[in-house]
């Protein structure tokens, strides 16, 4: 009888432990295969625009002769051809770093790097 019950225990472990082990095995694949997801995904690197491309950018707009333009003029009247990604990620870095703002209508260059204009601003009343 303790034979019998012995051996039905013993049969019962070896099943519960292929089972964790197939179990196991199942999600460590997993949490690799979401790891390697996770790796792949953050290796890739936004494209970064050229200096050359953003100079060219900036001259055009500081020397365009309208106020206000548009994206889709602003790709027309460049020197050269440009993706649209990269002049979008262009005009936000130019954005950021107040030289121009991007409102409703269109884009506008704002930047003024005179003495005289940074000593009126100073001079000036807060509102």
């Known amino acids: 009888m303790i ?5 039905i225990l013993v049969s019962i472990l070896l099943v519960i ?5 197939y179990f196991f095995k199942q999600n460590i694949y997993k949490l690799v295969s979401i790891s390697y997801k ?7 690197v936004e494209h970064s625009p050229k200096l050359s491309t953003i100079l060219m950018v900036e001259k055009t707009l500081k020397d365009m002769d309208e106020s206000v333009i548009t994206i889709a003029k602003l790709k027309k009247i460049l020197p050269k051809q440009i ?6 990620s262009i005009l936000d ?4 770093s107040n030289k121009i703002y991007i409102g409703v209508s269109g884009i506008t260059w704002i930047y003024n790097p005179s003495k005289k204009f940074k000593e009126e601003i100073k001079k000036g009343m807060k509102l």
């Open 83 to 88: 993706n649209h990604n990269t002049l979008k």
């Open 38 to 44: 996770l790796v792949t995904k953050m290796k890739k």
């Open 3 to 7: 034979k019998a019950f012995t051996v």
């Open 17 to 21: 432990i292929r089972n964790y082990t």
């Open 93 to 96: 870095y130019l954005d950021k």
